[in-house]
């Protein structure tokens, strides 16, 4: 997803998916201390933001992740969620994409006009192993969210989501292995098994990278590269859509319909791309096509130099 909101960053580790979590490595690559939590000073009210003619930056259906360097249910945060739901409230038009470590806050810390739920707002949890999926999944049933997930992230154990997905509450899983520094293995064989589950209820099922370390078929391969970790697990052939999630958005003025909603772009490089399912497109930045007049001039100089 190219929209992500980060009203506050820095989390603290709570269970064996935080064991070598991203934000704390690219952090301590800037030299900063990914547990020391602050509310962010530029782009708190990131979806507000408009443009020069006054629309906003974010458009009408787009899927927008919150904290992505955090956890949006950590108690440090409580100050500030508030105001955050306040935003999410205001544009009803978006889809906000939570995700917690922390469900066992999250009735606590719930709007007080929040009712059976709000119905932009997509409400997950990480099970990064059996012994979490026990813990978490069985709050994701009770909290009261129209939108449920589960995020299979890092996926360094195999996990049976059976007796959840069979209520119907759940709407789609996402999985994917471990990277960054001490990255641990992901077995294909628990993604193959956790795909099956969700095909069994025909709840949707998102492979969407294999981490830098992926077993398969008795064998160990390194993928250093997020590309081709994106590329093999769209080889893969294992996700499955499930049935279609219906977000009945609406703005100031009403239901959107379909049509006024954001179309996302996928452009040539996204085509083999393990996360497409679950992302808000290409943001045709030009990247990509500067990196293959690169990659063609580059082939061109070798070949001139062979001759």
């Not at 547990?35 to 458009?59: C, E, S, T, W, Y």
């Not at 709050?139 to 049976?160: S, T």
């Not at 059976?162 to 077995?187: F, T």
């Not at 379909?258 to 040539?268: A, K, N």
Request: aromatic fraction near 12%; proline fraction near 7%; hydrophobic fraction near 30%.
């Amino acid at each position: 997803m190219h929209d992500i909101w980060n009203p506050w960053h820095g989390c603290i580790k709570i269970s064996e998916g935080c064991e070598h979590c991203y934000m704390f490595y690219l952090d301590r690559q800037r030299g900063q201390d990914g547990a020391q939590i602050r509310r962010v000073q530029n782009g708190f009210d990131m979806p507000l933001k408009k443009d020069r003619r006054g629309h906003f930056k974010i458009q009408s259906g787009e899927r927008v992740r919150v904290c992505m360097n955090s956890d949006f249910f950590l108690a440090e945060a409580d100050p500030w969620r508030e105001e955050a739901w306040k935003i999410m409230k205001k544009r009803s038009d978006v889809i906000f994409y939570l995700l917690t470590k922390r469900p066992e806050r999250v009735e606590a810390c719930l709007p007080k006009d929040w009712g059976d739920g709000w119905e932009n707002v997509f409400f997950n949890v990480t099970a990064e192993n059996q012994k979490r999926a026990d813990q978490r999944l069985p709050w994701l049933i009770k909290l009261p969210f129209r939108h449920k997930g589960v995020m299979c992230a890092p996926f360094i154990g195999p996990v049976d989501l059976s007796p959840w997905l069979s209520c119907g509450q759940i709407e789609q899983v996402i999985c994917g292995g471990e990277n960054y520094e001490g990255a641990r293995p992901c077995d294909f064989d628990w993604v193959k098994a956790l795909a099956a589950q969700c095909r069994q209820a025909e709840v949707a099922f998102n492979f969407i990278e294999t981490g830098s370390r992926l077993f398969k078929d008795g064998r160990m391969y390194s993928l250093p590269s997020k590309r081709l970790q994106s590329e093999m697990a769209w080889k893969s052939g294992v996700s499955f859509p499930g049935k279609p999630q219906v977000f009945k958005l609406e703005d100031e003025y009403g239901p959107i319909p379909p049509e006024r909603l954001y179309q996302p772009y996928f452009g040539p490089h996204c085509q083999h791309c393990g996360g497409q399912p679950t992302c808000n497109g290409c943001t045709r930045c030009g990247r990509c096509e500067k990196n293959e007049r690169a990659k063609k001039t580059l082939e061109k100089i070798n070949s001139e130099k062979r001759e």
